[in-house]
């Protein structure tokens, strides 16, 4: 095995190679872990500069700043879309930009990743979506049944099952997504923008069970532009400018309260 | 690994008929293609059966003395035989070279003026059909060595310039068939392409949740299998019903050439099959890369 398995007893890495359940959480090691991160992208720009950015587990982070300020950037890099130029980015105890290609389909069974534009096949209904990503495991289906009707059931989709996303409104939609970056009992979810096309009402409603997936134990990492909620919430607020990290404060608002 | 395989080829069957409308484009596409290049083939194969039919039309003719006795003729035959240079040897005696002369004439429309002859004054010959025209200078060397033969008519010009046209349209019909190939490549590759675009979504989603690249590949791959496949059967059914037409073309425009429909039949089916299978797999097997490089 080439993963680098950093910090976690060999018992936990082993279970998680093997894709069984997680019984025990290295509780003292972080999630996500960026150490001087730069990433400049072809055309030049320079996206993030020596950016650090420790998160534990059980976290539940808001990840802010106008567009441009490199938000996106580092949720590319999480999910292992785009490497860094220099720095090292650790995710659930894989250092990302040294993971050989083939190894990324892996690595990503392991994360939850939820998008603004939801991602869901226009083509297979709500239990499909949610059992597809069990299904590129190569998951044998008497697995896979149990495991979506759980999350399924999380979301509160039990009822829509069979249904297409064309079918849904926008916030059952994304609950949907949510249930499918759910499935795989990942250790953390990267939220990019979750409620950018949902209106107030319906954004509360996701905001309110990635609460409770959080609460479940499973660290959330959110990029979002919603003041209103980051600020009602007062959990921990990463805030981005021009690529660097200008704030990272616990119980933080949308804006800097001076 | 069983299990992957069919696993793809049931996912390929799924996205084939789910994605129905650029399925059956690119099937016909795969269609259209297949009839063109099998029809050039036709033509190819036809071409090359008369080019070697003309070919074979060149012959050195050895006139033979007067007195050479028949055995003697019978022996320089069967020694001819025996070089591989030479396809066949026919004896033409005086009267039949008499013969011919007079229908000749008669074909062209002259007096028969050999009946004012009181003798046959046309030597007997020996017509030596060649393997390969190029090997005449061999064959004439032999023939003026031999005693029995008084004069071998030098064909070489006649060769030279019947091997340059036939050699310029071989090549001409090559570089056409390859030109067909490669646009049917180009564009079978193409429509196949399009087949995928239209899914790229899809394909970007399994890479989002973590598909391997294996896994998104496959049933790509057996959906083009199936679109080859398809447009192939397609395509042959088409010729199957135009089979007798055409046959009766290649039979009246080729009737005295070797033209051989059994094996030009079972060419065929290899050759519209494998471009359709080859080309549907390396067309998917392309286009899905194209989405999963990072």
């Known amino acids: 095995m080439s993963v680098a398995i950093t910090g976690t007893s060999p018992r936990a890495a082993l279970d998680r190679l093997l894709g069984r359940p997680r019984v025990l959480v290295a509780a003292d090691q972080p999630v996500v872990r960026m150490r001087d991160v730069g990433k400049v992208y072809p055309n030049g720009r320079a996206a993030l500069r020596e950016v650090n950015l420790v998160i534990p587990e059980g976290d539940f982070v808001f990840l802010v700043g106008p567009s441009g300020a490199g938000k996106s950037t580092i949720m590319k890099l999480l999910i292992r879309d785009e490497k860094p130029t220099h720095g090292t980015v650790v995710v659930d105890g894989l250092d990302l930009a040294r993971l050989p290609r083939r190894r990324v389909p892996l690595m990503r069974r392991r994360i939850g990743i939820i998008f603004q534009d ?141 | 690994m069983i299990r992957f395989v069919l696993f793809s080829v049931r996912r390929g069957w799924q996205g084939f008929w789910r994605n129905a409308f650029m399925s059956v484009a690119a099937t016909a596409t795969m269609t259209l293609m297949l009839i063109l290049l099998a029809g050039f083939w036709i033509i190819q194969s036809g071409l090359l059966a008369g080019l070697q039919f003309v070919e074979q039309k060149v012959e050195v003719v050895a006139d033979l003395t007067d007195d050479a006795s028949l055995a003697e003729v019978g022996r320089l035959r069967a020694s001819l035989d025996l070089m591989p240079q030479v396809a066949g040897v026919n004896y033409v005696s005086r009267d039949e070279a008499l013969g011919r002369f007079r229908a000749q004439l008669q074909e062209q429309g002259e007096t028969d003026l050999t009946a004012f002859l009181d003798s046959n004054p046309l030597r007997a010959s020996l017509e030596v059909r060649l393997t390969d025209p190029e090997d005449y200078r061999a064959v004439i060397e032999r023939l003026r060595a031999e005693p029995l033969v008084t004069t071998v008519k030098d064909v070489g010009n006649l060769v030279e310039r019947v091997l340059t046209v036939t050699n310029m349209l071989r090549s001409a019909g090559a570089v056409v068939l390859a030109i067909v190939a490669v646009i049917v490549l180009f564009i079978i590759i193409n429509s196949i392409r399009l087949a995928v675009l239209a899914r790229a979504d899809e394909i970007e989603i399994m890479r989002l949740v973590g598909a391997s690249d294996a896994f998104i590949r496959w049933p790509f791959v057996f959906e083009g299998a199936l679109i080859g496949v398809l447009g192939a059967a397609i395509t042959l059914g088409l010729l199957g019903l135009a089979a007798d037409p055409i046959r009766l073309v290649l039979y009246d425009f080729f009737r005295v050439l070797p033209l051989q429909i059994g094996s030009l039949t079972r060419d065929l089916v290899v050759l519209v099959v494998g471009a359709g299978v080859g080309l549907g797999v390396v067309g998917s097997w392309v286009s899905v890369r194209t989405y999963l490089i990072r």
């Open chain 1, 118 to 258: 939801f991602k869901l096949l226009p083509t297979k209904s709500v239990r499909e979506n949610v059992a597809f990503a069990l299904e590129v495991t190569g998951a044998p289906r008497r697995q896979i049944r149990p495991a979506v009707d759980r999350v399924l059931s999380i979301v509160g989709l039990t009822g829509q099952a069979d249904q297409l996303p064309s079918q849904l409104s926008g916030g059952e939609q994304q609950r949907t997504a949510i249930a499918r970056a759910l499935v795989h009992d990942p250790r953390v979810i990267i939220a990019d923008e979750p409620t950018g096309n949902l209106d107030p009402l319906i954004s509360w409603e996701i905001i309110q069970l990635l609460l409770r997936i959080n609460e479940l134990g499973v660290t959330v990492v959110m990029a979002t532009h919603d003041s209103e909620v980051v600020t009602a919430l007062r959990r921990r607020v990463v805030a981005l400018e021009e690529g660097q990290i200008v704030r990272d404060e616990v119980g933080g608002a949308y804006y800097r309260a001076d």
